[in-house]
């Protein structure tokens, strides 16, 4: 049986192979790696700008299934004489405990992992070693995109110190299309590097290059559909109801079975229950959450809803607003948030004010679910708005959740009136 030092030997060598391979295909230099998701720069005030600004880790929204989807792309790593990888472990987990208490998932991109980049053996034991019970209970999956020999020697060297039901955690994914089946793809930021790495993969493979996941042309929607389309079309085909059916149902559920549960809309629900609601609303089928005894079950539908909006509740116009919320003197964002969503279209404007209304209800029984204006924020900011290109780098979260923590601790003063009806 080979020894830690032998495997780890033969991981370099691993290492070395797939790199004099890869510079043999080579048709035309890589691409510098991203600056962030969006292709914003973050704030040079930034306690940890020296490895947030490289892109490394990306938080890219929930899946459809209400979990966080973090990203961390190898390709993005700078040579390791240009990056502290002390620093950058402090930066992943001040990342993650933003996100720990709810279920969550890891994407981790492969590709672009080099010697000269690649942090040593001992930051991963280090690494690993760091990540107590509290980063490893709510993380659902960590899927490992383009897997190489390099990284299944490596697995072999953790073995021994990983735990069965940890490891099971562990998917392997050989092309970005097997992420379909998993996650909502959409939602991911994936560096041009690894996509293009990924269609060298499928074309040389034999037959030629996959079939697209995605050739079916789209369906139109149904006349009862409630996910994926727009509030107008909602309104249009449930007689000029102003509170969509799901929000107003799952609302109406939580504010009686649901406010005093602790870590509500922090928890996930079976991926395939959570479908087959879907299908029963989208069927204009009824539905009783009573069947399922289980509160997180309507709050993740409550999440679904919001994030599958083909438009963010609060609109794409209002994105670069928010972005600007932490350049405004504290004692006037109140008052800034006020002018925002007054400038909302006014079905826009109704059914925000119902949804912050019954936010701010939940945090007021903190005490109890322990979910303050600063964590329902942390769940909520990125279902309510988002750029149009959909993913939303590190730096663009503080503000956004912000903005939803004012939205919801200072409800009264920011809607002025008070609580729409649900009708």
């Known amino acids: ?34 600056i962030s998701s969006s292709g914003s720069i973050p704030d040079s005030s ?40 002390r620093r950058l472990l402090e930066y ?31 930051w991963l034991r280090e690494a690993y070693g760091e990540f107590d019970r509290k980063y490893k209970k709510n993380l659902k999956a960590l899927f490992v995109v383009h897997p190489t020999n390099f990284i299944r020697i490596v697995w072999n060297i953790f073995k021994p110190l990983i735990s069965h039901k940890f490891g099971k955690k562990l998917m392997y994914v050989n092309f970005l299309d097997e992420l379909r089946d998993h996650l909502n793809f959409e939602q991911l930021s994936v560096p041009p590097e690894v996509l293009r790495h990924d269609a060298k993969l ?20 149904l006349p009862t559909q409630q996910f994926g389309v727009s509030l107008q079309y909602i309104r249009e085909k449930n007689r000029e109801t ?18 005093r549960t602790e870590g509500l809309f922090r928890r996930s629900a079976q991926v395939q229950l959570i479908k087959d609601i879907q299908k029963l609303y989208n069927l204009g089928k009824p ?27 609060l609109t794409f116009r209002v994105y670069s607003q928010v972005q600007e919320i932490l350049n405004i003197q504290s004692s006037l964002r109140v ?13 826009q404007f109704i059914v925000v004010k119902f949804l912050l209304c019954f936010l701010h209800m939940v945090s007021q029984e903190s005490i109890f679910n322990k979910m303050s204006p600063s964590n ?12 149009r290109d959909g993913s939303i780098s590190l730096t663009a979260l503080t503000p956004i959740n912000i903005f939803t923590e004012l939205l919801i601790e200072h409800f009264h003063a920011v809607f002025k009136s008070r609580c729409p009806n649900q009708n």
């Open 287 to 313: 539905v009783n959450f009573d069947d399922y005894d289980d509160v997180h079950v309507p709050a993740v539908i409550l999440k679904t809803f919001l994030r599958e909006l083909p438009e963010p509740l």
């Open 242 to 259: 102003v509170i969509p059916p799901v929000m107003r149902q799952t609302v109406s559920y939580l504010k009686v079975k649901g406010l």
């Open 335 to 347: 008052s800034r948030c006020q002018q925002i969503v007054e400038s909302l279209p006014e079905h």
């Open 202 to 221: 499928r074309a040389a493979q034999k037959g030629g290059p996959r079939p697209s996941a995605r050739t079916p042309p789209p369906r139109p929607p």
């Open 92 to 122: 992943l987990k001040l990342t993650l405990d933003q996100y720990v208490e709810m279920d969550y998932i890891l994407v981790y991109f492969h590709h672009g992992l080099r010697s000269i980049n690649k942090p040593s053996l001992k």
């Open 1 to 34: 049986m080979a020894s830690s030092s032998d495997l780890e030997q033969l991981a370099e060598i691993e290492l070395q192979k797939e790199e004099e391979e890869e510079h043999k295909c080579v048709t035309d230099a890589p691409s510098a790696p991203p």
């Open 376 to 387: 329902l924020a942390c769940v909520f900011g990125v279902n309510l708005v988002w750029p």
């Open 46 to 85: 930034h306690p940890y700008y020296d490895v947030a600004r490289h892109g490394i880790i990306q938080v890219t929204g929930d899946d459809n299934y209400g979990r966080k989807l973090i990203v961390f792309s190898s390709c993005c790593l700078p040579p390791s004489h240009q990056l502290n990888h």
